[in-house]
Every structure is written in structure tokens, then in C-alpha cells.
């Protein structure tokens, strides 16, 4: 069978190996399209792991819709004149394995020569018009969960300065990185949820005041109840925090409330910026156990780490208590 065959899909209308500029694609009736495009820069050494996690996180955006990743297509930037070819290989196949887990098709893609490598994906997902996610869905009453933990960021800055123990570092940024926010999105639309994002870039604490903002609501988070991993808090004490965290929460000061003991390393790791985090869900509380049972028997995280109040002009969008 040729590499072109393997590639192929009923949902393709065009053949992947006719070198067509590109992709013709039959649509399901009723649904609506979920569209996103994400790429990073490399944040672990493994290029085959590499592509797993930056294909995750491009996958992510649809999965906190509610939505299905139904097509997918490669974004490649690689210095192709200085470095071996295998490594482009083990990143192309890295993300071809998630697309495949995710249940899409790959469509093609588009690469150019950079002195920097870069990978990611453009995904194209289907969801029901009438009921997905948004940031702009969170109600009074609502309860946050959150699905993966928190400090991918610092362990990303510590295993770029060869810092600490990096084997380790780099198998637990694979593992909650490489992670799909499959059973999540599944929670989206088995429960009618109407209120996610995914924990990316701007941190749990960004992301929750967008969120907050979007839904004119006030969002409550438990400082002790988000689930970090001990590793990140340990390399955050010693001072391994990313550039990119310490902005998200500069940006979010003037609206974020903190408690006046607060663990100045744990408040650092609210806004540690992410990659390929977990989702929040927002989840009313009559469906609270649910959510968490079908989250804990898919194999995520299903930590309680916060809920939605009324908005009040005199307190702050964001309070962390």
C-alpha cells in the first residue's frame, strides 16, 4: 500500500496524491463548521513527541467547542538545508498519529524553508449549530472543572535551560501535552454544556478571565483546589518561569483579586502559560457528577477548581480565593 492510499478517506473528494493546491471535502449535512489554526515553536527535544503535542494543541481549539475534528492540515515551517530530514520525518508522523487518534483526516498541509522549525495544524471540525461551546456561555451557578494539570510552562523553560532532572521534564510534558481533549469535548455535548475554552498560551488565570469577560460574569477560582504538578511548583520556587506567564498576569492585575497569603509560586502557575492544557468546563451543578464521572472513566482530570457568580461592578472579574 502507498503512502498516498494510507492517506486516503471517504470524506476526501480529491485524491491525496494528485498534488492537487487543494483539498475537495464532502460535508455532513446539519452541522456546522468549527475552523482554528495553531503552530508552536519545539518545547520538548523528541521531534516524534514534538509533533504529537503541537498537533494536540491545534486539535484542542475544536475540542473546547464541543466539536469533532473532521480534516486536518499540516503547517511545516524546517530548516531543510541544515538539518536532517528524519527529524521532519518524526514530526510529520508524530502529528499524523494524533490526527488519526482524533478520528480526522489529514487533507494535505503547506511547508516552507526557516532557520526555526515550526509545526502545527489547520483543523477544520463539525458541531451541532445549535449547541456548542464558547467562551461567551457561562451562567451564575456554574461549576468549573478543569482536565488537565497545570505547569507545562515552567517545565518547558527548565528543560530549554537543561535545568533539573530533564528526562523526567520532557516525559511529563509529552504526557499531558500529547494528551487529547477528547473525553472533554465529548462531556460538551453529552451534557449540553454551553460554556469551555481550552488552557493554552494566556494561562488558566487568562483564560478564565476571558471567559469571565465574554459571559459578563465574575469567575471564582480555589488556589488550593487546581491541581498542579509538583514538579512545576518545585522549578517555579527556584525561578523557572516563562517570560510569557509573567505577562499573562501583568495583563490580568487590574481585574484579578488574590487572597492576601497567597503562595506567590502557585499564583505564578495560575497564569503559567500553556501548551496544550486542559479544557475548563463550565458545568451547572445538577450535572456536576456526571461531568466528573465521565471525564475520571475517559482517563482525565476532573479537579473542581472553581465556579461562575453573578457579576458584580464593585469586586473584580477574576477572584482567586
Not at 494528485?18 to 519545539?42: C, I, S, W
Not at 489529514?106 to 526555526?116: F, N, P, R, V
Not at 461567551?136 to 478543569?146: A, E, F, S
Request: with cysteine; net charge negative; proline share 5%.
Amino acid at each position: 500500500m502507498s503512502s498516498f492510499s494510507a492517506l486516503s478517506d471517504e470524506r476526501l473528494l480529491t485524491a491525496p496524491g494528485a498534488n492537487e493546491d487543494a483539498a475537495v471535502v464532502r460535508f455532513p449535512e446539519g452541522k456546522a463548521l468549527v475552523q482554528t489554526l495553531d503552530f508552536l515553536t519545539p518545547i520538548v527535544n523528541n521531534p516524534h513527541w514534538f509533533g504529537q503535542i503541537a498537533a494536540a494543541n491545534s486539535l484542542s481549539d475544536v475540542y473546547a467547542m464541543g466539536g469533532e475534528p473532521y480534516t486536518a492540515m499540516n503547517i511545516v515551517c524546517f530548516p531543510i538545508d541544515t538539518m536532517d530530514k528524519d527529524v521532519l520525518r518524526q514530526i510529520l508522523e508524530g502529528g499524523l498519529e494524533k490526527i488519526r487518534e482524533s478520528g480526522a483526516v489529514m487533507a494535505g498541509g503547506h511547508s516552507i524553508k526557516d532557520k526555526e522549525i515550526k509545526y502545527g495544524l489547520s483543523v477544520t471540525g463539525i458541531v451541532d449549530p445549535a449547541s456548542f461551546a464558547s467562551n461567551r456561555g457561562l451562567k451564575p451557578g456554574d461549576q468549573l472543572l478543569l482536565t488537565k494539570p497545570v505547569g507545562t510552562g515552567v517545565l518547558a523553560t527548565a528543560l530549554k535551560a537543561g535545568y533539573g532532572d530533564t528526562a523526567k521534564i520532557e516525559e511529563l510534558i509529552f504526557r499531558w501535552g500529547a494528551r487529547l481533549n477528547r473525553a472533554g469535548a465529548a462531556v460538551i455535548r453529552a451534557l449540553g454544556l454551553r460554556g469551555a475554552t481550552d488552557v493554552t498560551g494566556f494561562g488558566l488565570g487568562g483564560h478564565a478571565f476571558e471567559l469571565a469577560k465574554a459571559s459578563g460574569v465574575g469567575v471564582e477560582l480555589w488556589l488550593d483546589k487546581i491541581p498542579y504538578m509538583p514538579e512545576a511548583i518545585e522549578l517555579a520556587g527556584q525561578g523557572m518561569i516563562p517570560g510569557g506567564s509573567a505577562l499573562n498576569k501583568k495583563y490580568c492585575h487590574s481585574q484579578v483579586s488574590l487572597p492576601p497569603q497567597a503562595d506567590p509560586v502557585l499564583v505564578d502557575l495560575v497564569f503559567d502559560a500553556q501548551t496544550s492544557g486542559g479544557l475548563i468546563l463550565a458545568v451547572p451543578e445538577a450535572k456536576l457528577e456526571q461531568a466528573r464521572d465521565m471525564l475520571l472513566a475517559a482517563g482525565d482530570l476532573a479537579e473542581h477548581i472553581g465556579q461562575v457568580l453573578p457579576r458584580d461592578l464593585s469586586r473584580k472579574l477574576l477572584r482567586i480565593t
